[in-house]
């Protein structure tokens, strides 16, 4: 499977940027099938999941830092999922990954990174106070 991430950048705080993460080249299972999120890694601290969803019926898991501000969403005839995010705040700023877990169910532990089996390059977003 590959991912291509994109919409990183620079965004204001208490302002809004949206993520992209197009996926492809899946063998043996669908988008349909999968569990896709997003995940983060700031600089000196661990990669975290930030928001995953379930492409087989939508479930969604937040982490709690983000709830209330970042919503998942996905377009199964598109394979592609977003990330928007809102009332952006400077401790958001990290490099955010896309992934693919082969089963949808990964969504109901949460979004543990380890589950995930896939991976797309990074894209750097960074927020200004």
């Known amino acids: 499977v590959q991912l291509q991430a994109s919409g990183g950048g620079l965004g204001q705080a208490g302002g809004s940027l949206r993520l992209s993460c197009a996926a492809s080249?899946?063998?043996?299972?669908?988008?349909?099938?999968?569990?896709i999120g997003w995940f983060r890694q700031a600089p000196g601290l661990e990669r975290e999941g930030v928001a995953c969803?379930?492409?087989?019926?939508?479930?969604?898991y937040y982490t709690d830092s983000v709830k209330g501000r970042f919503t998942i969403s996905s377009d199964n005839a598109k394979n592609t999922v977003y990330l928007q995010m809102n009332s952006l705040k400077p401790e958001d700023t990290a490099v955010y990954y896309c992934?693919?877990?082969?089963?949808?169910?990964?969504?109901?532990?949460?979004?543990?990174?380890?589950?995930?089996?896939?991976w797309g390059q990074g894209t750097l977003v960074t927020v200004s106070s």
């Open positions: 080249g899946f063998y043996g299972f669908t988008f349909a099938d999968a569990a």
């Open positions: 992934a693919v877990d082969d089963d949808s169910r990964a969504v109901l532990r949460g979004c543990p990174v380890v589950m995930y089996d896939y």
């Open positions: 969803i379930s492409g087989s019926d939508g479930i969604t």
